[in-house]
């Protein structure tokens, strides 16, 4: 540690820095700003602890530090400038929030003794984060630095994780200070189960006929899904994953029975509906994974419900279980591992059957056009590694992987359960920074590439070797199909003018190639593994090939009014 001396010297900006380096910090992302500069200057002298990952767009770096925490389920670090840096970098914060992910938005302020006057780039951190964030807050004095950060980082980790945003009056990082730096990192605070609370469960399985249990959530870890996995194993129990949350469950295992998000298997949902029992363990039960409050009674399930999740607001808000637990979920799987599995087990038929129906459903699915992406994707399963990471933002290419891919490994799937576009090229740059020695795949859209397709050049920069894989059918599709279903043929807004992805990728000194029929992939895919650095291929698919389901003729035919078919 500083000696006193040293420590009387130090400027906020320092203290920062080794308050940071106290709660564990050894990445963070950002955009320069000059409202920080105490801070950049800081890092320099912690760069043998610290890495500092300077972005294209604070979206951008915002997403990246939201992946961070998904993958490693500590706080990521993202440092923005006021005003502007700080709304771009607010889509991270979403995120964070919808994800239940641990993140800590840095932002440089106005000096203090200008607030309040609409100064260069002025914003009232306070008010802008407050719905969006588990608290926001501004840092006045720099004494209170090692206070503060330490508690935004307890705050991000603890109950439901999520975001925490935190203002930085340029003044006061650059003032001296005799602070010292935390004694010890925040620590994360999480309910367990009660003996009681795991005997009643055990209880309503004991008398079920057609129990099923849901995973998702965040706050898992490898060992908990392990425990987690010998628990269904032990009971026979069929396990469905919530939205983008597969790799909770091995996809390979005969109980596995599909992911409960966006196109979803109907006869997975029907068998939600036909489910006596609802295990939920973890996620919140929200839109997507009810399908739009459908697939679950409102407030009161005809299933009887099992509902655990990290934090207890989320218990009952819009569902009436019949036990409601609160608990981390590393706390939940011991709890589970620890009892006796059920003797009589009556549901062996419809466990096996809900297996069957997922591998009716991940069976190959032509669609027009030379490239079949089914194809590709089964290229992608028989080529990655289990270990692999594979990102991706929204849209309808993401149906591809949410049926077809595969999730063997815990934090293999990084995705935005918030819908954010853009999303799958900084998540795979945090996930290659984080992971060098594996495989990381960013699997995009056109349309969801170009938000951030400008990173390219940061993962050029830093050696960062994704291979970025963009579906380019010319559109933005969802918003396409969802026209067509409800104006037919009246194309407007959804239509987009695309550059050479392949050229755009060689242009930041990344590999860059085109695939246009199925036959190119294979090779494609082998040479972008191979390439030392980023890698890129464009996958030119027919528009028609809306969905693994079906086209966009087909949607617009059953759209139509009768007399216009007739």
Known sequence: ??????????????????????????????????????????LHDARDAIRLYVCRHEGAAANAAEAYGKLTGRPGVCLVTRGPGATHGSVGVHTAQQDSTPLVLLVGQVARGMAEREA?????????????????????????????????????ISGRPGPVVLALPEDMLSEATTAAA??????????????EDLAALRGMLAQAQRPLVLLGGSGWNAEACARLARFAAANDLPVACAYRFQDLFDNRDERYAGDVGLGVNPRLAQRIQDADLLLVLGPRLGEITTSGYKLLSVPRPKQRLVHVHQGADELGRVYQPDLAIVSGMPELAAGLASLAAV????????????????????????VPGRLQMWDVMDALERRLPEDAIVTNGAGNYTLWLHRFHRYARFRTQVAPTSGAMGYGVPAAIAAKAVHPDRVVVSWNGDGCFLMYGQELATAVQYGLGVVFIVVNNGMYGTIRMHQERRYPGRVVGTELRNPDFAAFARAFGAQGEVVEETSQFAPALERALAAKGPSLIELRVDPEAITPSTTISAIREKSRPEKARA
């Open 120 to 156: 260069f780039q002025e914003l009232d951190v306070r008010r802008v984060f407050a719905s969006m964030a588990k608290w926001a807050a501004q840092i006045d004095d720099a004494d209170r630095i090692p206070e503060l950060v330490t508690r935004a980082f307890q705050t991000a």
């Open 1 to 42: 540690m500083a000696s006193d001396a040293a420590r009387a010297t130090r400027t906020g900006g320092q203290l920062l820095v080794d308050t940071l380096r106290v709660n564990g910090v050894d990445r963070v992302f950002c955009v320069p700003g000059e409202s920080y500069l105490p801070v950049l200057d800081a």
């Open 182 to 195: 935390p004694a010890q990192a925040a620590r994360p605070v999480r309910a367990h189960p009660g003996a």
């Open 343 to 366: 003797a009589e087990r009556p549901w062996g038929a419809w466990t096996r059957a809900a297996g069957a129906d997922h591998a009716d459903w991940v069976a190959r699915v032509p």
